[in-house]
T-cell receptor, first 112, second 117 residues
């Protein structure tokens, strides 16, 4: 079946450090891939997405590239800020179902 | 657009009472999802609807939980009777799904924090 695996958190970084949060997936067919962010006390918000192989999603300085050969969609940011502290979820959905599969989430804490 | 609207935002109730959570999806969206989030179990999909029809309710914990979508602009999640282990944040999400092709993103509501004492 379809699944998403994220790196365990929490991840603690200093401000302006480089961020990578790993995400790999298993899916039949060609899924759409998403990164969502959840700030404390709020719902999940879409951060970026990619719908086909080699697509790069980007938003607010975050980037992720859809790598079909490695079945990965790692999230990166060159210089994190304190305001990026949140929980990040990787997710996929395939055209054969309306269901979304979410990873377990990775908590990021950025220190000033 | 107002986004996905959920009510109430907070609910505190006693064990054994009935609880009803409400959701208004984004206008024009044809899929609606109910999730539950806890520290122990993370984000769990409870049920989802497409064009007001329940497609998959395999995530509903037990018969105490029920969900309805009487029309395209309203859905409810009911717990009767409630138990302390139902305490969680419940999210509603909606999306506009084409009949085929790439999947579009989900839009989440702010959630309802339920506490059962």
């Amino acid at each position: 079946g379809n699944s998403v695996t994220q790196m365990e958190g929490p991840v603690t970084l200093s401000e302006e450090a480089f961020l990578t949060i790993n995400c790999t997936y298993t899916a039949t067919g060609y899924p759409s891939l998403f990164w969502y962010v959840q700030y404390p006390g709020e719902g999940l918000q879409l951060l970026l997405k990619a719908t086909k192989a080699d697509d790069k999603g980007s938003n607010k300085g975050f980037e992720a590239t859809y790598r079909k050969e490695t079945t990965s969609f790692h999230l990166e940011k060159g210089s994190v800020q304190v305001s990026d502290s949140a929980v990040y979820f990787c997710a996929l959905s395939t055209s054969g179902t309306y269901k979304y599969i979410f990873g377990t989430g990775t908590r990021l804490k950025v220190l000033a | 657009d107002a986004g996905v609207i959920q009510s109430p935002r907070h609910e505190v109730t006693e064990m054994g009472q009935e609880v009803t959570l409400r959701c208004k999806p984004i206008s024009g969206h044809n899929s609606l999802f109910w999730y539950r989030q806890t520290m122990m179990r993370g984000l769990e999909l409870l049920i989802y609807f497409n064009n007001n029809v329940p497609i998959d309710d395999s995530g509903m914990p037990e018969d105490r939980f029920s969900a309805k979508m009487p029309n395209a602009s309203f859905s409810t999640l009911k717990i009767q009777p409630s138990e302390p282990r139902d305490s969680a944040v419940y999210f509603c999400a909606s999306s506009a799904q084409p009949s085929s092709g790439s999947r579009s993103e989900q839009y989440f509501g702010p959630g309802t924090r339920l506490t059962v004492t």
